[in-house]
């Protein structure tokens, strides 16, 4: 199952069946990144709305997904070249968005919180997508910083960190920026609403490399074990200052440092470890690869000829050459961060933003 349809089953029992009504306002979140548009629609009961959202499956009794929507606009294509929104980017971007528009005009969305991350933060020509998706859609958009969205991303992943771990690494690798964030978690056993653990932010850190750009940036020689081993080392010695200014390698040491994946790259790796023949959420969403798995996975990927990653069943059609890529960048963060597992998440930026809404509309 592609990525551009997976999402009909990111969630069960999305179908609107009269949880609406004025009692359960329906919220909805739009992530547009790099590479993809994604959206994510809830109906929130608000009478019974007392507990944390995210822990290991929604609640039921307090919010229930209704529909969801991913597809990949590369919004980011050419970026690298001259900081500069391609028409045909703008586009694809647009027609996405016209059916995020229909999908929440059907299920009577009252609340949205729509986001654009590193492509729209790096381009000169932003404001003409934002001018049109306000005027053509009446959607705003939002062009939020790495540390919004870093936050956002921490948000939506929390509900798979342990609270028996003092401290935490997430990251969330973009299509057009790598965000880390370190986290101290807080093992009195308070909570905050919507978040199953309670923790402080203690640094971040936004990497100015994604997928789609590195990929594009090298080209047909992005499968090349040089440029791969170039990437890698890239990643790791860009996160350097931030490990050693945080002393990350005492937290390994003393085994109290838990590390958390998000994104496209994480997922298809946790796919194909467990040899999936269809994308299956609840098979992935808080398992857990070591670096032994990361690497195996890498090496084959690297050797796998190009027409066979292209119809492999875990990797989602338009992302073959993207996960080649996502792979030295993912091999670089367990170099800078040598854990024996990485929990992946299955969830991001769009659960964090609806964690927060379902926080205010009640």
């Given at each position: 199952m592609t990525n551009l349809n997976r999402d009909k089953k990111y969630y069960?029992?999305?179908k609107d069946d009269g949880f609406c009504d004025a009692h359960h306002p329906v919220i909805a979140a739009i992530d547009l990144g790099t590479n993809s548009c994604r959206l994510l629609i809830a109906s929130v009961n608000i009478a019974t709305l007392k507990k944390s959202f995210f822990r290991s499956r929604p609640q039921s009794k307090g919010w229930k997904i209704l529909d969801s929507f991913a597809r990949i606009v590369r919004l980011g294509e050419g970026l690298y070249k001259d900081d500069v929104l391609s028409s045909d980017a703008i586009e694809r971007t647009i027609?996405?968005?016209?059916?995020?528009?229909?999908?929440m005009d059907f299920h009577n969305v009252?609340?949205?919180?729509?986001?654009?991350?590193?492509?729209?933060?790096?381009?000169?020509n932003s404001s003409e997508l934002v001018d049109r998706v306000f005027h053509e859609l009446g959607i705003k958009l939002e062009?939020?910083?790495t540390e919004e969205e870093a936050r956002l991303a921490l948000t939506g992943c929390a509900g798979i960190m342990s609270s028996s771990i003092p401290n935490g690494i997430v990251f969330d690798i973009g299509g057009g920026s790598t965000e880390v964030v370190l986290v101290k978690i807080d093992q009195s056993g308070r909570q905050r609403p919507g978040y199953p653990v309670a923790f402080e932010v203690i640094d971040s850190i936004s990497l100015p490399y994604g997928v789609v750009t590195l990929s594009e940036k090298y080209a047909q020689f992005a499968s090349s074990p040089e440029i791969h081993k170039s990437v890698r080392d890239l990643i790791k010695n860009s996160l350097m200052d931030f490990v050693n200014k945080n002393n990350i390698m005492q937290?390994?040491?003393m085994n109290s440092l838990q590390t958390v994946g998000s994104s496209g790259t994480v997922t298809t790796f946790?796919?194909?470890?467990?040899?999936?023949?269809k994308y299956e959420r609840k098979k992935i969403d808080g398992m857990s690869l070591t670096t032994e798995d990361i690497n195996t996975i890498s090496d084959n990927l690297l050797n796998m000829p190009d027409d066979e990653r292209m119809n492999h069943p875990c990797i989602a059609t338009g992302r073959s050459d993207l996960v080649i890529i996502g792979s030295a960048i993912l091999q670089g963060m367990c170099d800078a961060f040598p854990q024996i597992r990485i929990k992946v998440a299955d969830r991001g930026v769009r659960e964090g933003i609806l964690a927060e809404m379902l926080q205010k509309v009640h």
């Open positions: 069960s029992g999305y027609e996405a968005l016209k059916i995020c528009k229909r999908k009252k609340h949205l919180r729509a986001v654009a991350t590193e492509a729209c933060r790096r381009a000169s062009i939020v910083t937290f390994i040491e946790a796919a194909l470890q467990l040899g999936l023949q």
